[in-house]
């Protein structure tokens, strides 16, 4: 298992810079952290007594892993998740907040693990994932990594404005989608045909 400090160095390079995309729910974002984030925490950066985009905007790297080290892997209890999902679930909170938990529970639940789906990693959750591991060693990275490139799908079948972030404007996949790959085997991979197919019906 990676170090966690090097998992969120991957996220921060996954996320980039400085955004402002008004079809992205989070507003304005710096290395993945939100301004809705920052305001959360009270990081108001320049002093000026709000937290805004400006303070978005200065936001550094250093800043931007602390925040997920705490609050995005500690906080929410990642770390007591067995070693196969911690990075996946890891990326996915900073994507996706409770709902990185919640997909993780339904696929829990698909294997037959009796687990509520609420968003929080507590005994049960822990416990059901342990037990998933032993059930099918080697394949619950995927399964999970493939749920998650699942729930991307589906938001970008309900909302026209997101499907940017699933598909590129040439068709090919999008950040979404690879982000979610990045975290399988390649076997279960989309090949273009399968991607277009999936797809077809936002045209």
């Known amino acids: 298992m990676d170090d966690v ?27 993945g952290v939100t301004v809705h984030t920052m305001r959360r925490l009270g990081l108001d950066l320049n002093g000026d007594g709000g937290v805004d985009a400006a303070d978005v905007r200065q936001l550094n790297s250093a800043q931007a892993e602390d925040i997920f080290v705490q609050h995005y892997y500690k906080r929410p209890g990642i770390d007591r998740l067995p070693s196969p999902l911690r990075a996946s679930v890891f990326d996915m909170y900073v994507n996706a907040g409770a709902n990185a938990v919640k997909i993780l529970q339904r696929l829990l639940r ?13 005994p049960q959750t822990t416990e059901a994932a342990q037990a998933a591991v032993c059930a099918a060693p080697g394949h619950i990275g995927d399964a999970y990594a493939i749920a998650r490139r699942n729930y991307y799908l589906r938001i970008a079948d309900r909302r026209p404005a997101s499907r940017k972030f699933a598909r590129t404007r040439a068709g090919g996949k999008g950040g979404w989608i690879k982000r979610a790959e990045h975290f399988m085997s390649p076997r279960y ?6 991607f277009d197919k999936r797809v077809a019906k936002w045209d």
Request: cysteine-free.
């Open 5 to 31: 400090r090097e998992i969120a160095r991957r996220i921060v390079a996954r996320e980039g810079g400085y955004v402002n995309d008004p079809d992205d729910p989070g507003g304005a974002t710096k290395h």
């Open 110 to 122: 698909q294997m037959g693990q009796d687990v509520a789906a609420d968003g929080v990693i507590g």
């Open 189 to 194: 991979h989309l090949s273009r045909a399968e």
